[in-house]
């Protein structure tokens, strides 16, 4: 109670206890708590490194299978949000793993997810019934409600980070899912396919069968290679931003918007020997460090950055990132879906 002492005070106690049983609460002994003037995030920064958690998603690949698992995944919960499987209050983060014959069969789910690669090469993501091979850093989508499994016909593990929107799913209670009976989706596409439609800046000419692919999002693969080499090139002749270095944000050609209906996702490059300005946001976010060697300041507590580490910088705690050698790092929050409520916000100093 941050109001002083006033004479009523043993009668309003009185009146809280008599009016509990009735699921009724003074909201002026909360306001302050529920109307907060700027964002209080519940997250912590955190950091996983990649080497440690590698280790541990081996030893479960040594106990259960992927398809016993249906997802054999390890998920980075939040310190501060225990038991609620989240690393920050609107986003999940996990890192799945497929051995070499392993399937991880179809299904579908209204949350969204990405995946992105940690390492590994040629195991695969099918959408809809169309393989994405995926490679060391791509992007793959997984879009609410379209039908996926994985497979690694690769002679190699793969691990990739899983993104997904499921805390924003519970919040709004509106989670439906559903297997397939047989593990793996029918082909309906080759490998490649979508790319070849919607991913060079064209898409199939109108009133033809060649539009496949839902309409309002219809791009699901975006390999390291054509991001890596966009981003070095903009590198060689711009300055970066102040704030974030040099950054590109991953797009729906149907619209130009952010990749999923809740989830956007971008990359940056910061030069060696650059640090970036502070800057708030109020999408926490999760990190991967794809290469490179740096610092994160977030909140005003520093992390080391190793390549394949992951972390998470809270809603509204500042982030200053400095790179010791050329830092390339992607990116994913829920902006996507504050921009759509009106509520998203920077600050930058
Ligand atoms: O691959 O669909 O890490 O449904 C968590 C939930 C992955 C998936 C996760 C999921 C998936």
Same mark, same amino acid.
């Given at each position: 109670?941050?109001?002083?002492?006033?004479?009523?005070?043993?009668?309003?106690? +009185?009146?809280?206890?008599?009016?509990?049983?009735?699921?009724? !609460?003074?909201?002026?002994?909360?306001?302050?708590?529920?109307?907060?003037?700027?964002?209080?995030?519940?997250?912590?920064?955190?950091?996983?490194?990649?080497?440690?958690?590698?280790?541990?998603?081996?030893?479960?690949?040594?106990? $259960?299978?992927?398809?016993?698992?249906?997802?054999?995944?390890?998920?980075?919960?939040?310190?501060?949000?225990?038991?609620?499987?989240?690393?920050?209050?609107?986003?999940?983060?996990?890192?799945?793993?497929?051995?070499?014959?392993?399937?991880?069969?179809?299904?579908? !789910?209204?949350?969204? #997810?990405?995946?992105?690669?940690?390492?590994?090469?040629?195991?695969?993501?099918?959408?809809?019934?169309?393989?994405?091979?995926?490679?060391?850093?791509?992007?793959?989508?997984?879009?609410?409600? +379209?039908?996926?499994?994985?497979?690694?016909?690769?002679?190699?593990?793969?691990?990739?980070?899983?993104?997904?929107?499921?805390?924003?799913?519970?919040?709004?209670?509106?989670?439906?899912?559903?297997?397939?009976?047989?593990?793996?989706?029918?082909?309906?596409?080759?490998?490649? &396919?979508?790319?070849?439609?919607?991913?060079?800046?064209?898409?199939?000419?109108?009133?033809?069968?060649?539009?496949?692919?839902?309409?309002?999002?219809?791009?699901?693969?975006?390999?390291?290679?054509?991001?890596?080499?966009?981003?070095?090139a903009i590198a060689t002749h711009d300055a970066p931003?102040?704030?974030?270095?040099?950054?590109?944000?991953?797009?729906?050609? #149907?619209?130009?918007?952010?990749?999923?209906?809740?989830?956007?996702?971008?990359?940056?490059?910061?030069?060696?020997?650059?640090?970036?300005?502070?800057?708030?946001?109020?999408?926490?976010? $999760?990190?991967?460090?794809?290469?490179?060697?740096?610092?994160?300041?977030?909140?005003?507590?520093?992390?080391?950055?190793?390549?394949? &580490?992951?972390?998470?910088?809270?809603?509204? +705690?500042?982030?200053?990132?400095?790179?010791?050698?050329?830092?390339?790092?992607?990116?994913?929050?829920?902006?996507?879906?504050?921009?759509?409520?009106?509520?998203?916000?920077?600050?930058?100093?």
């Open positions: 109670m941050d109001h002083p002492q006033s004479p009523n005070d043993a009668a309003l106690r +009185q009146l809280y206890a008599e009016m509990a049983p009735h699921h009724l !609460h003074p909201l002026w002994e909360v306001l302050h708590g529920l109307v907060t003037p700027t964002p209080r995030s519940a997250a912590a920064p955190v950091l996983w490194r990649y080497a440690e958690a590698r280790e541990f998603l081996l030893r479960a690949g040594g106990l $259960i299978s992927a398809e016993q698992a249906e997802r054999r995944v390890l998920i980075m919960e939040n310190p501060t949000l225990p038991g609620s499987s989240c690393a920050t209050p609107s986003l999940y983060a996990g890192l799945q793993l497929i051995l070499p014959g392993e399937v991880a069969p179809c299904h579908r !789910h209204t949350q969204c #997810a990405l995946r992105f690669v940690m390492e590994g090469d040629g195991a695969f993501t099918a959408l809809d019934g169309e393989k994405a091979v995926m490679r060391p850093f791509d992007l793959v989508l997984t879009p609410n409600w +379209q039908w996926h499994d994985h497979g690694n016909a690769s002679d190699a593990p793969m691990i990739w980070l899983d993104g997904l929107d499921i805390p924003m799913v519970r919040f709004f209670e509106t989670s439906f899912a559903e297997r397939l009976p047989d593990s793996a989706h029918p082909e309906t596409a080759p490998a490649g &396919d979508t790319l070849a439609r919607y991913g060079r800046n064209l898409r199939p000419f109108a009133g033809t069968t060649a539009a496949r692919r839902p309409a309002h999002l219809p791009l699901f693969h975006y390999p390291f290679a054509e991001w890596r080499a966009a981003l070095r931003d102040p704030h974030l270095g040099h950054a590109l944000e991953f797009t729906n050609p #149907a619209d130009g918007g952010p990749i999923m209906p809740t989830i956007a996702a971008h990359v940056r490059l910061l030069p060696a020997g650059f640090t970036t300005r502070p800057r708030q946001a109020t999408d926490g976010t $999760i990190f991967v460090v794809v290469s490179g060697r740096g610092t994160a300041r977030i909140g005003g507590q520093d992390f080391a950055l190793m390549e394949r &580490d992951c972390f998470v910088v809270p809603s509204w +705690q500042a982030l200053e990132l400095e790179a010791a050698s050329e830092l390339v790092l992607f990116a994913y929050s829920d902006r996507a879906a504050q921009e759509k409520l009106g509520l998203w916000r920077e600050a930058r100093a």
